[in-house]
T-cell receptor
Framework: GAVVSQHPSWVICKSGTSVKIECRSL??????MFWYRQFPKQSLMLMAT?????????EQGVEKDKFLINHASLTLSTLTVTSAHPEDSSFYIC???????????FGQGTRLTVV | GENVEQHPSTLSVQEGDSAVIKCTYS??????FPWYKQELGKRPQLIID?????GEKKDQRIAVTLNKTAKHFSLHITETQPEDSAVYFC???????????FGTGTRLQVTL
């Protein structure tokens, strides 16, 4: 199957700092990638759709100025959590599809802890 | 937008028994329904999926059924084993942008 790689797998940062998470499709090109957030014992909630070469599309209630998304190439999307606060601590996970309406391949996820 | 409900939230079965997890969706345009298994701290793994032009699909001990009229789909696991213990998520995709809406998850525990 296709491989999506996410880095880092975990990160601890101080409150007020920014953290960048990378999501790469290793063996296919992805014009669209998706970013999810998962709180403990909860489901995956879509945060935004990352579009190569254009602005990301954010879901309702997600602050675009806080969660900056850049999709500069067909194999890399980045999520930057700016001015992180303890309530941003969560499991962030990306996904990409080979094509429309096909299997989603997930990255390993990033456990963010803001102290 | 799409809304996916999933039941039960927890399910405990004895090894060898069957487990059934049910989901309903709201958007009649949804046409792709994957099921994911997620172990603690790991990424979701696709275990089976079904498209709206099919009513049932089976892969060894795992099967999924889809009722488009009623807008519900179910996961069936037979002959459960301890390694089936995990959290299972259903999801629905309207196909317009490959966006997945996930159900709330079912924690399955298979006891010896």
């Amino acid at each position: 199957g296709a491989v999506v790689s996410q880095h880092p797998s975990w990160v601890i940062c101080k409150s007020g700092t920014s953290v960048k998470i990378e999501c790469r499709s290793l063996d296919f090109q992805a014009t669209t990638m998706f970013w999810y957030r998962q709180f403990p014992k909860q489901s995956l909630m879509l945060m935004a759709t990352s579009n190569e070469g254009s602005k990301a599309t954010y879901e309702q209630g997600v602050e675009k100025d806080k969660f900056l998304i850049n999709h500069a190439s067909l194999t890399l999307s980045t999520l930057t959590v700016t001015s992180a606060h303890p309530e941003d601590s969560s499991f962030y996970i990306c996904s990409a599809n080979r094509g429309w309406n096909t299997e989603a391949f997930f990255g390993q996820g990033t456990r963010l802890t803001v102290v | 937008g799409e809304n996916v409900e999933q039941h039960p939230s927890t399910l405990s079965v004895q090894e060898g028994d069957s487990a059934v997890i049910k989901c309903t969706y709201s958007d009649s345009a949804s046409n792709y329904f994957p099921w994911y298994k997620q172990e603690l701290g790991k990424r979701p793994q696709l275990i089976i999926d079904i498209r709206s032009n099919v009513g049932e699909k089976k892969d060894q001990r795992i099967a999924v059924t889809l009722n488009k009229t009623a807008k519900h789909f179910s996961l069936h696991i037979t002959e459960t084993q301890p390694e089936d213990s995990a959290v299972y998520f259903c999801a629905a995709d309207t196909g317009t942008a490959s966006k997945l809406t996930f159900g709330t998850g079912t924690r399955l525990q298979v006891t010896l």
